[in-house]
T-cell receptor, first 114, second 115 residues
């Protein structure tokens, strides 16, 4: 079972460069999310999607864009990377139901912007 | 808006001691879900438990137990007879609307179990 897979796992960018993080899930989940984790801050929601073709802003969306063209994939883009975007990024997904099922997380992507 | 507070930034205990991690939450929704996740040094997030707002029964799973009290808006996590392998960062989290808006996380408690 692959679950939630993030690509790449590590990346170093120069300020101003762009990149896309890919999240893929094979559990047919409706909901997908991107979080960032910074020391002492916990995980904060960047953007999320409640279904194919939909996206919404989370708590810290500035500087990021997302797309959900296919149900199983959720892409996070950085158009012009800044040192403040140095972080560990986690993708997650879960079923859409009223029971509040747990989210499944990817392994994380450690991004450094120099 | 939702808020989760984990006031304990770091806890250090000696192996075999019992330890309780505190979690206090805020939400105006009457239906909500509470979670605990473990993040070991390897970095992945491991789901531990989910509790909905209508179920105040405490839960025990091996050495782990959870105490949910709506009256104090708390969802505390106790590890009995701690082991070195329990060393990790533990996150408490909250969701509403079935999780459609994502999870609101606390800042985490770094638990260090010394041998």
């Amino acid at each position: 079972n692959a679950g939630v897979t993030q690509t790449p796992k590590f990346r170093v960018l120069k300020t101003g460069q762009s990149m896309t993080l890919l999240c893929a899930q094979d559990m047919n989940h409706e909901y997908m999310y991107w979080y960032r984790q910074d020391p002492g801050m916990g995980l904060r929601l960047i953007h999320y999607s409640v279904g194919e073709g939909t996206t919404a802003k989370g708590e810290v969306p500035d500087g990021y864009n997302v797309s959900r063209l296919k149900k199983q994939n959720f892409l996070l883009g950085l158009e012009s990377a800044a040192p403040s975007q140095t972080s560990v990024y986690f993708c997650a997904s879960n079923y859409a139901d009223e029971e509040g099922t747990e989210a499944f997380f990817g392994q994380g992507t450690r991004l450094t912007v120099v | 808006a939702q808020k989760v507070t984990q006031a304990q930034t770091e806890i250090s205990v000696v192996e075999k001691e019992d330890v309780t991690l505190d979690c206090v939450y805020e939400t105006r929704d009457t239906t909500y879900y509470l979670f605990w996740y473990k993040q070991p040094p390897s970095g992945e997030l491991v789901f531990l438990i989910r509790r909905n707002s209508f179920d105040e029964q405490n839960e025990i799973s091996g050495r782990y137990s959870w105490n949910f009290q709506k009256s104090t808006s708390s969802f505390n996590f106790t590890i009995t007879a701690s082991q070195v392998v329990d060393s990790a960062v533990y996150f408490c989290a909250l969701s509403v609307r079935g999780g459609a808006d994502g999870l609101t996380f606390g800042k985490g408690t770094h638990l260090i179990i010394q041998p």
